[in-house]
């Protein structure tokens, strides 16, 4: 039998028709829908007199442009954002698809809430109207974002017309330092081959740095993969994703937990398979990172500085590096750690799991934000919420002078009210830094939630591992 990839496996098992040399019929085990790429889909449904022959395999959030503000009852003021939600409500009660809706207790970031909840399991293809749906790579599960049209075909067969990905494996062998972490790791991988050096192409993950990974970790790292053009992200589950989805999936008992077990045994790549692009680094030298433009790519170790334009090719990369400049008013050379900060964001379907929040709030213990700066915590869904509050991390941030918010999306795109004014700068956990994205004219540098944490404390860009942990 031909050596296979885990991608080339996941697709195989889901191929429903060739369609030609290229593109295929793709079954999808779970479609994810929000408020703001749905309601064409639907509209579509109705004007075709179709129905969603398998409800029970959709499952709908309202995430993006729900508040946050602090408060039992969540109201949506803004008129076109609410007509938004009670049309997905309405959407939801009349093809009988499960909603997670706006004062749901669970509700949340539909990327953190269906891991949480047992929806994502190895050896899935899901798909869902966001770029970010790669997070589910995580968990052995081929994950990825389509358009409006493709929701609509999706809903009515539980099919996508598919183009078949080119295959990267990426192995990060060594053991990342004190104060790195997996967002270190996704943007220096980021920076290193581009923001479009994986575009066509649907990435594996491996070696001892990826094996040493919690599970959440690896959300963060899959999650980001995107923003090198990625068509998809994938980690052969371990020990340590199983682990996770069996304490997630009560249903999985008995016969189906050993079916289960079974065949998950051969989400692998196997030995001999061949890729069509391969990298490799070395997680030892990753020290933490800030971006300093306007893309993923544009970033540098906290240590370094904004480039020099003479020491970048001539051409798009260069013209690119001088517009970003000019948008984050950072000089050439200007180095980037005691960049002062206005705003700072923690959480966002990259980095507002409990995990996270416990990394932000090992820096904050002891310490209070800084003079002249604003700090919010967004968990990312409800179940993370509660667990940090029952840990206690709601208080420890609120007597820091954070703000502990309600979940979603919040800051990470500003489709809501949690908005940046023009000029403000704000290291922020969130996965993009493109122009206006947290607000027309705010300034993004993202970074890890310890990163982001020291920037709250300090009021400027702070290597993190220069602070002494405080009791």
């Given amino acids: 039998m031909t050596a296979r990839t885990l991608y080339q496996k996941l697709v195989h098992t889901h191929t429903v028709a060739a369609l030609d040399e290229q593109n295929i019929l793709l079954f999808c085990d779970l479609h994810l829908m929000n408020e703001y790429t749905s309601p064409q889909a639907f509209a579509g449904l109705y004007a075709q007199g179709r ?37 997905l409500r309405k959407n939801c009660e009349h093809f009988g698809i499960p909603l997670f809706d706006t004062n749901d ?48 075909h999706v809903l009515a067969t539980q099919t996508l017309v598919y183009r078949v990905a080119r295959s990267m494996h990426i192995r990060i062998d060594g053991q990342l330092p004190a104060g790195t972490t997996a967002k ?31 599970v959440e970790a690896r959300f963060t790292l899959c999650n980001m993969t995107v923003e090198a053009g990625a068509r ?47 990298h490799v680094f070395d997680a030892s030298g990753i020290a933490p990172q800030v971006t300093w433009g306007t893309s993923p790519d544009q970033v540098a170790p906290i240590d370094g500085h904004v480039p020099q334009l003479a020491d970048l090719p001539a051409g798009p990369q260069r013209s690119s590096a001088e517009r970003a400049m000019a948008y984050t008013q950072l000089p050439a050379g200007a180095a980037l750690a005691g960049t002062p900060i206005q705003h700072v964001f923690i ?26 700066v604003r700090a919010m915590v967004v968990p990312g869904s409800g179940a993370v919420k509660a667990e940090a509050e029952a840990e206690g991390l709601d208080r420890l941030f609120l007597e820091a002078g954070f703000e502990w918010r309600n979940p979603g999306c919040s800051m990470c795109l500003a489709m ?15 996965n993009r830094n493109f122009e206006g994205r947290q607000g027309r004219g705010a300034i993004t ?25 405080r009791a």
């Fill in 105 to 152: 207790a669970l509700q949340g970031i539909e990327h953190v809430i269906a891991p949480e909840h047992g929806m994502v399991r190895p050896g899935m293809v899901i798909i869902c109207g966001d770029s970010h749906t790669t997070t589910y790579g995580a968990l052995g599960a081929l994950g990825f974002g389509t358009g409006t049209t493709e929701v609509e």
């Fill in 445 to 469: 540098h993202l970074m890890s939630p310890a990163m982001a944490a020291a920037a709250a404390v300090t009021g400027r860009i702070t290597d993190v591992r220069t602070l002494e942990p």
């Fill in 232 to 278: 998809g992200a994938l980690i052969a589950p371990d020990h340590k994703a199983i682990d996770y989805v069996l304490a997630r999936a009560p249903d999985l008992a008995g016969p189906h937990r050993d079916a289960a077990l079974a065949a998950w045994q051969d989400l692998h790549t196997d030995v001999g398979a061949a890729f069509d692009a391969e």
């Fill in 51 to 87: 129905g969603v022959p398998m409800p029970g395999q959709n499952v709908a959030v309202v995430s993006h442009i729900i508040p946050t503000h602090p408060g039992r009852i969540r109201v949506i003021a803004d008129t076109a954002s609410a007509l938004q939600a009670s049309n």
């Fill in 416 to 430: 809501n009210d949690d908005v940046l004014a023009d000029g403000v700068r704000c290291a922020s956990t969130t």
């Fill in 347 to 372: 959480g966002s379907c990259t980095n507002g799991r409990i995990e996270d929040l416990r990394a932000a709030a090992g820096v904050v213990r002891g310490r209070h934000v800084a003079g002249g």
């Fill in 184 to 214: 270190d790791l996704v943007l220096h991988v980021i920076g290193r081959i581009g923001a479009q050096g994986a575009r066509g192409y649907v990435v594996e993950y491996s070696g001892s740095a990826i094996d040493a990974l919690s």
